[in-house]
């Protein structure tokens, strides 16, 4: 049937046998694309240099590979290869060689993810003479974060945005915040239309009510699916997590989120020195860079050491509670089994695991 | 003729239920919704490693039972300037209200309930000022100033015992420690005073204008 060149294509399914003429375009070895991969091909996901060169590629995509690498490819390899220039100047050439070609964090093996990490601290030491302390902590075994909010206890202090901009090392310049709090009429339900995210008087004002929105860490994350990079993804505790260097700018997560959960650095982020955070996690509040995507991480680098997030810390009026959804006697899941809770825009099947619940 | 219109029949059906079983998505569907994936991973829940013991820190506390849920709060009486009160408390209230000696308390203005609701020895005791007292006369132990409380406010009291109200101590791994009523709230004052917020986002107002 397939052995005759035919100008359609049919499916074979009557016809199970072993055939080794069977795929559809009539030849009988690889390069249709339908043939499915044979085992040892897909054993091992590919991961740094090899994610970038070995790949087939046309001479386009080369090229642009090639151009793109090259700028910083010439620097490093004429600094590393200079008599003059010094031994930091060649180490700091070598670290920005390798973070070029590393791979995404995603499929890094855990040795990977830790040389990247020890790559940035030394880099970070090399430029400013500071050690930091950043973490490659994997997801936990048995940990499911969620996140309750008590909109009858906020009072719009805003504690929780200003903890959140120091702990998360979030550009100053732009005012960056992952956290709005909006104040909202008493009596007109959710709506943002009307709400103030950004008001200046004293709070609690009379006939107002507070809710907080950040990133809901969806179990479900539209952002994820959207990104053309595979640069956002959600980790097994459930935090949706984005590989800074990874990341292509192209806000396509920002359009996908409803939420209005991720920000963008339009400009290269600034934090006073005295001010930096040194406490970091890889995928949490490491300095990011100019173009590309940030969001909460419900504070990967504290969460994943057993603390709460800095937001949650800092609520004074314990309206924000955090913890470990599997954990049948954590304190989430009490308030989600015994409390009325409900959560934005459940219709959109986006599983947000941030609650809202009154007293 | 009619059999391979009975086979083409045949083929749809089958292309029809692989469809309908089979789905486009990789594996992250698994779950219809986060409750059961709740329900599904937190069956076989075996602990964490990580523990919020380190992030308490110095803060001394004592173990509280109530109802099926145990957790820590912060001890009190260690936290109170002049404890033990009968230090300067020797003599029974109405012989000490004179106006010589040293005046103390003379600060604490009460504003909790009204007058007819609440007094000082609502909650203080009279006759013993080292321990608190419940409506009925019994001893509470300032420790466990919360059963003082909870007498009126039952319903914070049942949110507070599963955490739906207040603050965790430390972080969120176990062991829970929680703060108790009076570290939040002035007993003699309990409510929350209005004030501005933290920051003001100027950017926020030039983008928008």
Known sequence: MSSSKKKWFSLNLSNKSQNTTSCGCGKSSGGCGSHSPTPNETDQPKDGFDQVFDVKMSRRTAFKQLAASLAIGAGAVSTSCSVIAGDESKEKAQIDWE???????????????????????????????????????????????????NISKCQGYMDCVSACVEENNQDRNSQMQYIRIHEMKDGKGFNFNEADD?????????????????????????????CPVQATWREDDGLVVV???????????????????????????????????????????????????EKCTFCVQRSRAGKNPACVEACPTGARIFGNLLDPNSTIRWVLENKKVFRLKEDLGTEPKFWYFMD | MKHSYKIIYYLLSVVFLMLLFSSCKHHEGEYHNV????????????????????????????????????????????????????ECHSKPLDKMQNKEGKKAHWDIALHHANDNAMNCVTCHNGSNMDD?????????????????????????????????????????APPRASMTCVNCHNPHKPHFDSRWPARYNTQKVKERE
Request: glycine share 8%; charged share 25%; aromatic share 12%.
């Open chain 2, 132 to 172: 608190l007292k419940s409506i009925t006369g019994n001893v509470i132990d300032f420790n466990k100033s919360y059963q003082l409380c909870s007498q009126c406010h039952n319903k914070q009291f049942e949110d507070w015992k599963g955490g739906a109200h207040g603050k965790r101590i430390g972080g969120w």
């Open chain 2, 35 to 86: 409750n059961d994936k709740i329900e599904a991973e937190g069956k076989h829940y075996q602990g964490v490693s990580v523990s919020s013991e380190a992030y308490i820190g110095d803060i001394k506390t004592i173990e509280v039972t109530e109802g099926e849920h145990t957790f820590l709060i912060p001890e009190r009486k260690t936290q109170i300037k002049s404890y033990a009160c009968t």
């Open chain 1, 198 to 226: 950004n008001y200046y008087h004293e709070v609690p004002a009379e006939g107002h009510f507070y809710m907080g929105t950040q990133c809901f860490h969806c179990d479900n994350p539209p952002c994820v699916e959207v």
């Open chain 1, 99 to 149: 973070e070029q070609f590393k791979g995404n964090y995603k499929l890094m093996s855990d040795e990977e993810k830790q040389a990247t990490v020890d790559r940035l601290v030394r880099s970070y030491q090399l430029r400013t003479g500071k050690t930091l302390n950043m973490s490659a902590k994997n997801a936990e075994k048995d940990v499911l974060f969620g996140y309750a909010f």
């Open chain 1, 243 to 293: 590989d800074y260097d990874w990341c292509v700018g192209c806000r396509y997560c920002m359009a996908a989120c409803p939420y209005d959960g991720r920000r963008f650095n339009w400009s290269k982020p600034e934090v006073p020195e005295e001010e930096v955070n040194k406490n970091q996690h890889y995928l949490g509040n490491r300095m990011r860079k100019k173009g590309v995507m």
